[in-house]
């Protein structure tokens, strides 16, 4: 038979090999494999990022599902032809997950799918349901499994309680399946009462942080989440009924293009260091006040400064971070460096000083915010950006208000996303929320 094996960890060492046929032993089945789902596990394993001390040769993959061929001594479940899947955690057959049921994974302690046969234990298969495709029901056991324990075992989801699915991908399916039995199970929309169900599509971010909005993965994750989204509002529909149901659609910002992407097309775009900066201001502060470590690091674009050591060494803070302003305004990369509690009476031009202010929390921001130029991007990512940007790729974001009572059109001026409670708020004739800070989106509102 022909498998798919690593002598050595890298994809680059993938090689067909070909094995004997193996023998069921007692208790166990053969499966002839039709098919192997890939996830992100099965390359950090490949790549020997997950367990470096894996016995090489390996068949690497963590999900199939195939056809029962041949049946141990002792095996009464199956028989030839039964069509399966291959169970991820072996040994967990039910019950909570504990450490010691975690010891044989498929793909991982356990040779994986990427096979022509598989010799398993009887009892680490599951039927392959009859609706799906072998293609179809492979990609389940470990994105099924992965929701189930999220969602059961660790939140211990009770009824009532909200569901937040994370991500478009297999996991979130199955979280969005959930959540769609949520819309029976607690009966919402259906009462005296609004309810109201969140699902958080995260794989958005996290794709759109690798790749960039021009990639070829931001369209395929867009493309599922559009069909994903039509299938729940068709489930939608049919339970709460047309017109009954009121959607808001936001994120939390947008993504820019990579580096390499930019630079390939002649725009400025370039990586930096925020450890690099954090040396060079040390460095000058020392100079400075013969104190080292004064800054503690830059993040989200704003600079920490060891407080307690500050005050300790009876510094004056005001005069270091005025000294850090100076430096950082000179380097390359920077157009604006400003002491956000003097924002107010610095030359900031609008919208940036009220986005600087409204981003201030004393109690867990930094002291000096730094606007970086276009193009620039910490390089925290390999590719991709990090967050906290004003400019418009980072900022401009979808804003879909849909459904119940909500007038149809486009608008070009400019909403927040924080105008959407108060909208909300306004649709349903109730008091916004205390903390609320947006404006009523007016131009939705029907005319009485
Ligand atoms: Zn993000």
Request: proline share 5%.
């Amino acid at each position: 038979m022909k498998a798919v094996q690593i002598k050595q960890f890298g994809v680059e060492h993938l090689a067909i090999a070909d094995l004997p046929v193996p023998k069921p032993a007692k208790g166990e089945v053969l499966v002839r494999m039709k098919a192997a789902a890939l996830q992100y596990l099965d390359l950090i394993v490949i790549n020997g990022a997950v367990m470096p001390d894996l016995k090489l040769p390996h068949i690497p993959v963590s999900e199939g599902a195939g056809i029962v061929e041949e049946t141990g001594e002792g095996v009464s479940k199956w028989k030839p032809g039964d069509r399966v899947m291959i169970h991820f955690v072996q040994e967990w057959i039910a019950g909570d997950s504990h450490p010691s049921t975690n010891a044989i994974r498929t793909g991982l302690q356990a040779q994986g799918t990427l096979t022509e046969y598989i010799c398993i234990s009887a009892e680490a298969l599951v039927r392959s349901p009859i609706n799906l495709t072998d293609e179809e029901a492979s990609t389940l056991p470990v994105s099924g499994l992965t929701a189930w324990t999220n969602l059961v075992t660790l939140a211990g989801i009770r009824a009532g309680q909200t569901v937040l699915t994370q991500g478009t991908g297999g996991v979130s399916l199955a979280a969005l399946q959930f959540a769609k039995a949520a819309l029976d199970g607690y009966n919402l929309g259906r009462g005296e009462a609004t309810d109201f169900l969140t699902i958080n599509f995260a794989c958005t971010d996290g794709v759109g942080h690798m790749y960039g909005p021009n990639s070829i993965e931001i369209e395929d994750t867009y493309l599922r989440l559009d069909k994903d989204l039509a299938n729940l509002f068709q489930t939608l529909d049919q339970k709460v009924g047309k017109g009954q149901w009121l959607l808001f659609l936001t994120a939390d910002h947008g993504a820019a293009n990579t580096v390499g992407f930019m630079q390939e097309h002649k725009l400025p775009g370039e990586l930096t260091s925020p450890s690099r900066l954090v040396d060079s201001l040390n460095r000058r502060l020392n100079e400075l006040f013969q104190v080292s470590g004064l800054v503690r690091s830059i993040s989200n674009n704003m600079v920490n400064f060891d407080v307690n050591r500050i005050y300790s060494s009876a510094l004056d803070f005001d005069a270091i971070k005025k000294a850090a302003v100076d430096f950082l305004q000179r380097q390359p990369e920077i157009v604006i460096a400003v002491d956000i509690s003097k924002v107010g009476e610095s030359p900031v031009p609008e919208p940036l000083k009220t986005m600087i202010g409204n981003s201030y929390y004393f109690k867990r921001s930094g002291s000096v915010l730094i606007v970086a130029k276009s193009g620039q991007l910490e390089g925290f990512y390999r590719t991709g950006t990090s967050h906290s940007k004003w400019n418009p790729y980072d900022t401009h974001i979808p804003f879909i208000l849909y459904g119940w009572n909500i007038k149809p059109g486009h608008l070009n001026r400019t909403v927040n996303m924080s105008d959407i409670a108060p909208t909300i708020a306004a649709l349903l004739h109730i008091q916004m929320g205390s903390g609320s800070v947006g404006q009523v989106v007016t131009e939705v509102i029907p005319a009485k």
